[in-house]
């Protein structure tokens, strides 16, 4: 119950075009949902996050979708670029549970030119 | 400003021995959190600390120690090393308390290779 699922493993996508990364969960306690974007040789870094009472976040090319009653969340990146190129984690945290972070398996997008 | 630092960032130990990793978060924040990331896989959570309590513990074996000192560094210590935790230790700090307690900025990590 306390796992986060995260689909696809692996993404390529061509420049210009619509990155996807979907992620469900089953705690329903979860009450932040952040996304991470990793880069090899370095730590995670926040790229957008959203809570539980709002249904879309949107940041430049980014956008978190929330589905509540379907327990999912994805997000979406447009106009996706070569240095996009990175494995992107979603993550889930109770409330109160801050520095506890739940993490999904990680996808590996790759951006052709 | 200086991000989250940790060292060593590169170590190599052999089976049965110790190893101690070092972090220093972002100034003004007190709440330290250690993930292990086993290559191919997302981060696991060890361990928090906020004002130099232990706030949480993962699914981690009693060889797993952490500690946060007055100045909100903090060590991750290691006992009898498994060839299994061969990873990359990460570091992560954020305000604690009630309000900015989620927004985790990592370091770049300490990649622990067990022989």
């Known amino acids: 119950q306390q796992q986060v699922k995260q689909s696809p493993q692996s993404l390529i996508v061509q420049k210009g075009g619509i990155s996807i990364i979907n992620c469900a969960y089953e705690?329903?306690?979860?009450?932040?949902f952040p996304w991470y974007q990793q880069f090899p040789g370095k730590g995670p870094a926040l790229l957008i996050a959203i809570r539980p009472d709002v249904s879309e976040k949107k940041e430049g090319r980014f956008t978190i979708s929330f589905n509540k009653s379907a327990k999912q969340f994805s997000l979406h990146i447009m106009d996706s670029q070569p240095g996009d190129s990175a494995t992107y984690f979603c993550?889930?945290?109770?409330?109160?549970?801050?520095?506890?972070?739940?993490f999904g398996q990680g996808t590996e997008l790759s951006v052709k030119p | 400003d200086a991000g989250v630092t940790q060292s060593p960032t590169h170590l190599i130990k052999t089976r049965g021995q110790q190893v101690t990793l070092r972090c220093s978060p972002i100034?003004?924040?007190?709440?330290v959190s250690w993930y292990q990331q086993v290559l191919g896989q997302g981060p696991q959570f060890i361990f928090q600390?906020?004002?130099?309590?232990?706030?949480g513990r993962g699914n981690f074996p009693d060889r797993f120690s952490a500690r946060q000192f007055p100045n909100y560094s903090s060590e991750l210590n290691v006992n009898a090393l498994l060839l299994g935790d061969s990873a990359l230790y990460l570091c992560?700090?954020?305000?604690?308390?009630?309000?900015?307690?989620?927004?985790?900025?990592f370091g770049a990590g300490s990649r622990l290779t067990v022989l």
């Open positions: 705690n329903t306690a979860f009450d932040y």
């Open positions: 992560a700090s954020s305000l604690g308390g009630s309000s900015g307690a989620n927004v985790l900025t």
């Open positions: 600390y906020y004002e130099k309590e232990e706030r």
């Open positions: 993550a889930a945290s109770l409330k109160g549970q801050g520095g506890k972070l739940i």
């Open positions: 100034s003004g924040h007190k709440s």
